[in-house]
Structures are given as C-alpha cells and as structure tokens.
C-alpha cells in the first residue's frame, strides 16, 4: 500500500492548500479516525480549473486526495458525479486493503456531496 | 516462559513473516486443548442442553454446567452468580436493562470515568435517554483516577451506581476496585465492574473486590468466541429481571400467564453456545495450571521490557508510562505519523497491533488525540516478540522521513 507513489503524494502533495477564489467548497470527516478535509474547487463553464484541499489525515486519506484532485483537474462538474470507487482505485495505482479502504474514498466522499 | 508452541496460530506466516500478535486487548488467540474442545464436544456431545432426556443431552448439559462452577471458583464466586452471555458487552447491558432500568429514576445519577470503553458509555446513555438521569464522570489526572474525588462526589451527591472498568483497555491502569467498592458502600451506591481488561490478567476474587456486578469475556481470556460473563452478587438475583427471556427461562406460560424458573436457566433464553461455552473451560484450566500470579508477572516483565525500549524511541508519545498496577497494554504515537499508517506499516512486517480510539472515545478526546497504536500483551508474547515491534517501529518512522 504504501509504495512510493502514495508516499510521495503524502509528503509533497501538489494541492494541499486554501484557494480564495472558489465556487465549490466541499467537507469531509471520519469521526472513526478523526480525518478531516476540506476541498475548494474552481470552476470555468462547469469545468474544474483549480482544486486544492486542506485537512489532517493518515498517508492513505491525505494521498488519495492528493492524487484524486490531480484527476479531476479540466473535468467536467458532471463527469466527476459519476466517478466511483473503481475509478479512484485505478487513479491511486496500489491496492487498498479493506480495512484502510475508508481512508482512501474520504476525498471521493467529499466529492459526492456536489449537488 | 515460552507457549507459542500451543498457539496452532501463530505458526501462520503473513507477508511471509512469523505472525507478532499483539492484539489480545482485542481478543486473543487460542490454545490447542481450546480448539479440541470445541472439535471433541461436536463429535461426542453435541445436543441442546437442559432439553432432552437422553444421555447426549444429560452429559452436554453437565458438561455446560460444569463450566458454570468452573467460572464461578476461577472469580470465587457461587455458581448461582454466573450468568453466561455472548461476550462483555451483553454482560453489561444485561445489568443495565435487566436491572438498573427498574431502579433508576428522572433525578438520579450515573457515575462512570473517563477511561470506560464504549460498551461501559452507550448502554447507559441509551437508557439516560429513556430515563432522563444524568451521567457524570470521574477525571483520569495521570492515567489514574482519584479517590478522594470519588468520595467527595458520592458524598455530596446522591450517586445510585457507579460502572467502572477494572483495568483501561487503553492506558492499561488497574482500577483498585475493592477500595472503590468500599467508598461505595458508604454511601449505597451500586457497583457494576467491566473486567474484560483485567479478569484474563490478575486474579479476581468477588468476596474480596464486593462490586455487585462483574462482566467479562471468554474470548479475552484464551476461550472461543461468542462467551461472556456476567456476575450477579446473590442478593440482585431476585429483582434481576430476564433480559433474554424466551425458551429455557420459563416454567408455565400460558394465554393469561407467565412464570420464570426460579434457578439461574431463567436468564439465559434460547439456546446457548454451548461447545464454546464447555470450550472455555479448558480455557480456565489452561489459566490455572499457568497460575494467575505468573501470568501478571510475565505481563510486567513485557510491559516493563517494552517501555524501557519504546521509551528509546525519538518523537514518540506514550500514553501512560507507570509500572505499578497495570495490565500489558501499551498506547503510543509516534510524531507526524497517524496511528492507522503505523499498524499497517507493521502488518506487512507481519506484527499486529491495533490502531484506532480503541472504542473509548471520550478517553482519546481527554488525551487530545484521534487515535493511538496499541500494543497488548499476553501469555504467549515474549521479549523477542517486542523487540520485533521496536525494530518495525524504527522502520515505520524510516518510511515517512522525510
């Protein structure tokens, strides 16, 4: 699980921190582990131009965020309803076991919440 | 003292590794004669038990009943105390339903502490729900509670029952219950103790800690899954009503009536687990023919062993560093590294250690944290077993440095 990749992303995330200019700001948080999110999105016709994300969390929740903003980059607010699990396990490139697999979809989950 | 090899388990590899096990807080594994227990009551005995009137019936029920009074001797406790549940919690709430729901009322209060597990927490607030009682708790200063606090409260207040566990799942603390008990009794307030932290550790003697209830767990203690203890000081038995009622509890119900058996079978409704039941009391002769008295001293040889050597450690938090009165449970953190990424880094070096609040919440939130990795120790555990852990540990914080 945590191969180089996830660490990276773990260490050196390339959208951890605050946008002040958003239209979407989305939360999540796991009670269980006490991992917190919060996501902003910048639009431009309903096409994401910026996401960044702010929160505390173990490698895996942190990553997956990390590497699920970097794929959602120039998509579309409706492509981005219909991402599921499936596609989050292809983006993130390791295999997740069950008991982490909550940590891995807090970012999806945030996303979710997109109306 | 080296058991393993009576852990069919631990020979299992994982990742290739000889298998660390390091959860018993959680459950723990089990020994051979346990597991042929189980095997020889289904191919000898099997049958329901207080039923049939033939001699497979007649012998699993003696078989059922003899764990009965083996459960009671091993907490010095009369047989007609002992009542048998799925696992810890059941035993809880069968005290909170089948008692305590009759004798609480609006104004009264509920005391617990800071250190109960969940299955010590929602029981009462579910029935404060219904009830409208308060709930106070005791301050932990220290990993410890104070009982000059207790004595003042109890004095002031008037303090119906206090549920205290015996030993924090968490911090490892063993609550002194029999002083606990003693304040108690000065002032008329019940006591209802959660032993699954302390009655697979230390010898416990009912007589001697006086609580008017004791819950436990099979499985926590080398037994098979699905057997919990509840003990039920003698004079409670009478106004203790059946919380699983049903078939086995009753001597005549008819359209208009309904009539209890007056023994103990009245509080186990339906059928029991019964192999595992019988099973556990190779567990319990598994326990005394190591001794009680060795089994603590080995855990403070570990606990003492493993916080000389995690208190070697840099950037690391433990939570609770005493020696004296604790069970082998050791909660940590190391800096910037989340207790979930630390069990599963250790898990592919094969060793298991638990990483979450540990089901006490309110504990975790009066430390100021979200979680911590736990690392419990039993029987089976040696000095090598944590020196494997240290090593995992140092390789843990060589992965996330930066």
Partial sequence: MYRQNILEHYKTPNNFGNLSNFNIKLDAHNPSCGDELEIKLKLEKNKIIDAKFLGKGCAISLASADILLDNIKNMFLNEIKKLNEKDLLKFLEVEITPARMNCALLALNALKQIK | ?402
């Fill in chain 2, 1 to 402: 003292m080296n058991l393993k090899k009576d852990f069919p388990i631990l020979k299992r590899k994982i990742n290739n590794k000889e298998i660390i096990y390091l959860d018993s807080a959680a459950t723990t594994q089990r020994p051979k004669i346990v597991i042929n227990k189980i095997k020889e009551f289904y191919e000898k005995y099997n049958s329901n038990i207080h039923r049939g009137l033939y001699t497979l019936s007649e012998e699993a029920t003696s078989l059922y009943e003899k764990t009965r009074e083996k459960t009671a001797e091993f907490i010095n406790a009369d047989k007609e105390e002992i009542i048998f549940t799925k696992n810890c919690t059941e035993a809880i709430n069968y005290a909170v339903f089948g008692y305590f729901l009759k004798i609480l009322k609006k104004n009264d209060i509920v005391l617990l502490t800071e250190m109960e597990h969940n299955s010590n927490v929602v029981p009462w607030k579910l029935l404060s729900k219904r009830i409208g009682f308060k709930i106070g708790y005791l301050n932990i200063d220290d990993s410890k509670l104070d009982l000059r606090e207790l004595d003042e409260i109890l004095k002031k207040r008037r303090v119906k029952v206090l549920a205290i566990t015996h030993a924090s799942n968490v911090l490892g603390t063993i609550n002194p219950i029999r002083e606990i008990s003693r304040i108690c009794r000065k002032y008329n307030t019940r006591i209802l103790v959660d032993g699954a932290q302390a009655a697979p550790h230390i010898e416990i003697d009912m007589k001697d800690l006086n609580a008017d209830f004791y819950a436990f767990s099979g499985h926590k203690m080398l037994g098979p899954l699905g057997v919990g203890v509840l003990y039920v000081r003698k004079e409670f038995l009478k106004s203790l009503t059946p919380f699983i009622s049903g078939g086995g509890t009753v001597l005549e119900v008819t359209k208009e009536n309904l009539k209890f058996k007056e023994d103990h079978e009245k509080f186990e409704g339906g059928t029991p687990s019964v192999a595992d039941v019988v099973a556990f009391s190779s567990a319990i002769d598994y326990l005394n023919k190591l001794g009680m008295k060795n089994i603590k001293k080995h855990e403070d040889e570990l606990t003492k062993y493993a916080l000389d050597k995690l208190n070697t450690i840099n950037d690391i938090e433990i939570y609770n560093n005493h020696l004296k009165d604790r069970v082998g449970v050791i909660a940590f953190n190391l800096k910037n590294i989340h207790a979930h990424d630390v069990a599963s880094l250790l898990d592919e070096e094969g060793i298991c250690v638990r990483a979450s609040h540990h089901c006490a919440m309110i504990l975790h939130k009066k430390l100021g944290i979200n979680g911590s990795v736990r690392a419990s120790f039993y029987v089976y555990n040696t000095k090598e077993d944590i020196d494997k852990l240290i090593k995992g540990i140092l390789k843990v914080q060589r992965v996330f440095g930066k």
